[in-house]
């Protein structure tokens, strides 16, 4: 199975952010220009964006819908993401363009309407799973906290078809990934897409051996730290 290499554009009131422990703030990469960032991403190579809306996912100000709509539009898949826990939420970053949408950890919150979003957005729909420990614990403005390994078994017995696994504490550390929780959701046996902390071409090595069938990558992108171009062509 190949392995899908995805930039991650965070943004906040239209415009480039990133996640601090404080909550969102913003990013002067590429002069604080989402757009300018998923031109510059298009053109190094790749071929899939993950987009996270921050003021949906913290409440904090009108969602950025356009700004996903105008990404889109660009000869790229995106991904959409940032605290999407109802049908409305995804259906509307699908309208904007998004060909998959990341159920935020806050839906996990009510077993029913996660498996309800499961079945009605099917292929669509990777679940998020923001993890902490042997915990799922959202960063957004929907709190949960829940076993690990027991939600696990209920969102594979309601049909998730695959994962996005967050390592909270690494997210924007360039501290590498953390390899042992992507084998834990792994053994789930559904595509797992690894996320946070992810600095070097050792640790997407890392998480692939992992099983992983792909990794968001945010600020090691973002601050050039990381050749996109070069490893999209070492792919």
Do not use: C
Not at 10 to 21: H, Q
Not at 39 to 48: E, F, L, T
Not at 142 to 167: E, I, K
Not at 175 to 190: I, N, Q
């Amino acid at each position: 199975m190949s392995f899908e290499l995805i930039p991650a554009i965070d943004v906040a009131a239209g415009r480039l952010a990133v996640f601090t422990s404080d909550g969102p703030a913003p990013s002067d990469a590429f002069d604080g220009d989402p757009l300018a960032a998923a031109r510059a991403y298009v053109a190094a190579g790749a071929r899939r964006l993950h987009v996270v809306d921050l003021d949906l996912a913290f409440n904090s100000g009108p969602r950025n819908l356009e700004t996903v709509r105008a990404i889109a539009a660009l000869d790229v898949r995106v991904q959409g993401s940032g605290g999407v826990s109802t049908v409305e939420d995804a259906r509307a970053v699908l309208d904007a363009g998004a060909d998959r949408v990341v159920l935020g950890s806050g839906a996990l919150a009510d077993e029913a309407v996660a498996s309800q979003l499961i079945t009605e957005l099917a292929e669509s729909a990777l679940v998020g799973i923001e993890v902490e420990g042997d915990r799922i614990r959202s960063r957004g403005n929907r709190h949960v906290d829940l076993p690990l390994v027991q939600t696990m078994g209920w969102l594979v017995a309601a049909g998730a078809r695959s994962f996005l696994v967050t390592a909270i504490a690494r997210v924007g550390s360039l501290k590498g990934p953390d390899v042992d929780t992507v084998r834990r959701v792994v053994r789930a046996g559904r595509p797992v897409v690894a996320a946070g902390g992810i600095a070097s071409a050792d640790d997407l090595r890392a998480v692939r051996r992992a099983g992983a069938t792909g990794a968001v990558v945010g600020r090691a992108f973002l601050d050039g730290g990381l050749p996109l171009e070069e490893l999209l062509r070492s792919e």
